[in-house]
């Protein structure tokens, strides 16, 4: 899959409107630090703002990146919490879908002393449409996640329980089900035909309650699912400092956080871009994915960086 790398500022990349299916922008956050790879180095960048001056240059990428995203596509902006304000105005602004994913990227923060440690950076997520291009991505079943999950158990092993009843608020399929002399009601009805509800009892996939007005519910063997369905919070990926990834750039982003990124918004063979790509961690992730992908950085040591990395001749 391709990987086309610029060297420029973001607001003059060149490609016809409707372009990409994902963008992954993850600007300097107008933290007022500069970053280096370390006191002695030349790795990095400035990121000190006056506010207005912060909004006006968010607020140009994002008109630009707007006209670039296609209409199914999904924008990320990747911003630390403690500065998301300027952004979320600006996104809102453009956007009519801006739903935020909290991603905690580390444990604990030992050396503050006078303020609340900060842990969760926002990943803003960007559509223009109400149903965009998404994949339901899983996250990894944890131990915690099996245990409280699957703590049922018959012949065939631990299972969980899925619903097969309508929730109150809904109305459901209207029928009788009787199961071990005991008939099933439910008032909000059933989320499944009475045929399939029979095949699963004949099968004996139907866990009984033992409490006299619980529910039936289906079983759900360990075998059978995929994962944790992946929420807005993100707690299981570890920011380059706290993980075994090796740190080529000051403000590195994780692989595994791009993987994802890009597995719930694009398919193989779409194209990515991101405008502001560091050390281009999204276009290691691009290509282990098979999607297409453009890099663009102001910052000549970090194209230097990207082509090192993804082993491009400088
Ligand atoms: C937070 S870092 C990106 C880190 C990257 N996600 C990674 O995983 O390595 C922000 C980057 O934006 C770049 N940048 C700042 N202003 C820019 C501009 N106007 N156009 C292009 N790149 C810019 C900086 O050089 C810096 O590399």
Same mark, same amino acid.
């Given at each position: 899959? %391709?990987?086309?790398?610029?060297?420029?500022?973001?607001?003059?990349?060149d490609y016809?409107?409707? *372009?990409?299916?994902?963008?992954? /922008?993850?600007?300097? *956050?107008?933290?007022?630090?500069?970053?280096?790879?370390?006191?002695?180095?030349?790795v990095?960048?400035?990121?000190?703002?006056?506010?207005d001056?912060?909004?006006?240059? @968010?607020?140009?990428?994002?008109?630009?990146?707007?006209?670039?995203?296609?209409?199914?596509?999904?924008?990320?902006?990747?911003?630390?919490? %403690?500065?998301?304000?300027?952004?979320?105005?600006?996104?809102?602004?453009?956007?009519? *879908?801006?739903?935020?994913? /909290?991603?905690?990227?580390?444990?604990?923060?030992?050396?503050?002393?006078?303020?609340?440690?900060?842990?969760?950076?926002?990943?803003?997520?960007?559509?223009?449409?109400?149903?965009?291009? *998404?994949?339901?991505?899983?996250?990894?079943?944890?131990?915690?996640?099996?245990?409280?999950?699957?703590?049922? #158990?018959?012949?065939?092993?631990k299972? %969980?329980?899925?619903?097969?009843?309508?929730?109150?608020?809904?109305?459901?399929y209207?029928?009788?089900?009787?199961?071990?002399?005991?008939?099933?009601?439910?008032?909000s009805?059933?989320r499944?035909?009475?045929?399939?509800?029979?095949?699963?009892?004949s099968?004996?996939?139907?866990h009984?309650?033992?409490?006299?007005?619980g529910?039936?519910?289906?079983?759900?063997?360990?075998?059978?699912?995929?994962?944790?369905?992946?929420?807005?919070?993100?707690?299981?990926?570890?920011?380059?400092?706290?993980?075994?990834?090796?740190?080529?750039?000051?403000?590195?982003?994780p692989?595994?956080?791009?993987?994802?990124?890009?597995? @719930?918004?694009?398919?193989?063979?779409?194209?990515?871009?991101?405008?502001?790509?560091? %050390?281009?961690?999204?276009?290691?992730?691009?290509?282990?994915?098979?999607?297409?992908?453009?890099?663009?950085?102001?910052?000549?040591?970090?194209?230097n960086? #990207?082509?090192?990395?993804?082993?491009?001749?400088?």
């Amino acid at each position: 899959m %391709s990987i086309e790398i610029h060297n420029g500022n973001s607001i003059e990349l060149d490609y016809q409107n409707d *372009f990409f299916t994902m963008i992954y /922008f993850d600007p300097p *956050f107008n933290s007022n630090r500069s970053y280096k790879m370390s006191v002695d180095s030349d790795v990095g960048f400035d990121d000190k703002w006056e506010d207005d001056d912060y909004e006006e240059f @968010i607020d140009k990428n994002i008109t630009k990146l707007h006209k670039l995203l296609k209409k199914e596509g999904t924008l990320f902006f990747h911003i630390s919490s %403690s500065c998301m304000f300027i952004p979320e105005k600006v996104l809102r602004k453009h956007f009519k *879908f801006v739903e935020p994913i /909290f991603w905690k990227k580390c444990r604990s923060k030992n050396n503050v002393k006078n303020k609340l440690g900060s842990v969760v950076d926002i990943i803003f997520k960007c559509n223009k449409i109400a149903k965009p291009k *998404f994949n339901l991505v899983y996250q990894e079943k944890d131990e915690k996640y099996l245990k409280n999950s699957f703590n049922n #158990v018959d012949e065939r092993g631990k299972y %969980s329980l899925g619903h097969i009843v309508t929730e109150k608020t809904k109305s459901g399929y209207k029928y009788e089900i009787t199961i071990n002399n005991k008939t099933f009601n439910p008032e909000s009805g059933w989320r499944i035909k009475k045929e399939e509800v029979e095949r699963l009892i004949s099968e004996d996939r139907i866990h009984i309650p033992s409490k006299p007005n619980g529910n039936l519910y289906k079983k759900i063997y360990i075998s059978e699912n995929p994962g944790k369905p992946c929420t807005d919070l993100w707690d299981d990926i570890h920011s380059i400092g706290q993980g075994s990834e090796e740190r080529r750039y000051p403000t590195e982003k994780p692989i595994k956080l791009l993987e994802r990124l890009i597995l @719930i918004s694009t398919d193989e063979g779409d194209t990515v871009l991101d405008p502001m790509c560091g %050390s281009g961690t999204t276009g290691e992730a691009c290509r282990k994915l098979n999607r297409k992908c453009v890099l663009n950085d102001a910052n000549l040591d970090a194209i230097n960086v #990207v082509k090192k990395r993804l082993a491009i001749g400088c």
